[in-house]
């Protein structure tokens, strides 16, 4: 059969452009190189659980439309993400940071003490800074102290970072911090978005959703035999890697990546919150994700004896990795503007999604892409 579209990747954004194609009457076919769809979204059900096996997904947004659109997929559950980090004093603060964090780490309870605590702090630094004759933070560890302060810096900031980044904060440039967002009320809810949560049965069912009625091959690499899969459709949209459609002619684009140790646990409730993160130094990992949280509440955890946890490692990317955050510096960036170059040259493929464009993307933008395309181009 001939298609409309050859689709290549079933992750979000190529299973929503599959979905409005197909509502607009084109045939598409879609293939990935995994033994699965969905992409980074993918579940796998281990003990009556939904594990995210690429990594904690929390769906948000405040996009009505995005929002109306997924939940006509399959409803969405009530989760509210609010993260819990055990800090090298051993003490759990919660994140982010807001009245609740500021009363456990100096037992403040109005916003004009926490303001005043947050003003001494944050002037340790900056006289500190002026004695040195300093007029701009050099690195991250002086951007950060002038931001909050020395506890928040040292006890909830500078270990995580220095984990999630592989090197010291002061070796690391301060523009990756530029603001750190304060809020002087009692609110753990980790997203200022009006619209969050996680599918009702899983991102699984999110995705067979929106593949419903498509025609999907697995196991089916493009670059396993780029000329048949490019003489089947009229039109290619391509997910995957954009340096290597190109054949890496102008280098490889770089990335970092997440090991994840997921474990078995016979307890039914191990951490009480989905996610804590771990800001010692001295923990190997940043978070420990427990998944059972994302779609069971309150004592509900207690129907399922057992649970399943992952402890997340931040490190260098290399070829077999799972390639997940792009590293926007300057190399990276040039190299990537040379073949996006050649890109917006193709007259019939479509490059989209996180890999395509060399982009990190949240799942509610990527929707909000594909949504646009469609209404720029008509039909
Ligand atoms: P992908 O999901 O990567 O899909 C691309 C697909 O293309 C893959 O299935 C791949 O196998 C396939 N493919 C690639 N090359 C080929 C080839 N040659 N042949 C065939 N198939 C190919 N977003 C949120 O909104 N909230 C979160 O909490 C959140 N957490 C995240 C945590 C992590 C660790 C990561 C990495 C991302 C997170 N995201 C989150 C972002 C979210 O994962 C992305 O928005 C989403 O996955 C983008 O979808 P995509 O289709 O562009 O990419």
Redesign the pocket.
């Known amino acids: 059969m001939h298609y409309d579209y050859l689709i290549?990747?079933?992750?979000?954004?190529?299973a929503t452009f599959a979905n409005l194609a197909t509502k607009r009457g084109k045939r598409c076919l879609v293939?990935?190189?995994?033994s699965h769809s969905g992409?980074?979204?993918y579940c796998e059900e281990i003990e009556g659980i939904n594990v995210h096996k690429?990594?904690?997904?929390?769906?948000?947004t405040s996009d009505k439309e995005v929002w109306e659109y997924v939940n006509s997929i399959v409803p969405f559950n009530r989760y509210t993400n609010s993260p819990v980090a055990q800090a090298p004093n051993g003490k759990l603060y919660n994140l982010p940071f807001n009245m609740n964090t500021f009363y456990q780490m100096w037992g403040v309870k109005t916003p004009e003490e926490a303001l005043a605590k947050l003003e001494e702090q944050r002037k340790d630094a900056l006289e500190k800074m002026q004695a040195e004759g300093v007029s701009e933070p050099r690195n991250l560890e002086e951007q950060a102290l002038t931001l909050i302060g020395k506890d928040i810096y040292e006890q909830l900031i500078k270990g995580y970072t220095e984990k999630q980044w592989g090197r010291k904060c002061t070796d690391l440039p301060s523009f990756i911090i530029k603001r750190l967002p304060v809020r002087l009320t009692f609110d753990n809810n980790y997203f200022n978005d009006l619209f969050q949560g996680i599918p009702i049965g899983g991102y699984n069912r999110l995705i067979e959703g929106l593949l419903k009625g498509v025609d999907v091959k697995l196991n089916?690499?493009?670059?396993n035999n780029r000329t048949y899969w490019e003489t089947i459709a009229d039109k290619i949209v391509f997910?995957?890697?954009i340096d290597?459609f190109y054949d890496y002619r102008f280098g490889k684009l770089e990335y970092r990546t997440?090991n994840f140790d997921t474990k078995i646990l016979d307890e039914a409730n191990h951490q009480g919150n989905a996610v804590v993160n771990y800001t010692s130094a001295d923990v190997p990992y940043t978070r420990v994700i427990e998944h059972k949280h994302f779609e069971t509440f309150g004592n509900a955890v207690y129907d399922n004896p057992k649970t399943v946890i992952s402890e997340e490692y931040s490190t260098e990317w290399h070829d077999g990795m799972e390639p997940?955050?792009p590293v926007n510096d300057d190399r990276n960036q040039k190299v990537y503007e040379q073949y996006k170059e050649l890109a917006d040259k193709e007259q019939n493929v479509i490059f989209g999604?996180?890999?395509a464009e060399y982009k990190y993307?949240?799942?509610?933008p990527?929707i909000a892409k594909v949504q646009n395309f469609f209404k720029t181009n008509g039909k």
Not at 220 to 223: G, I, L, N, R, V
Not at 361 to 364: K, P
Request: net charge neutral; aromatic share 20%.
């Open positions: 290549v990747g079933a992750g979000l954004f190529g293939i990935d190189k995994r992409g980074n979204l690429y990594g904690a997904h929390i769906f948000h089916t690499d493009f670059f997910t995957g890697k290597e997440v997940f955050y999604g996180r890999l993307y949240d799942m509610a990527i």
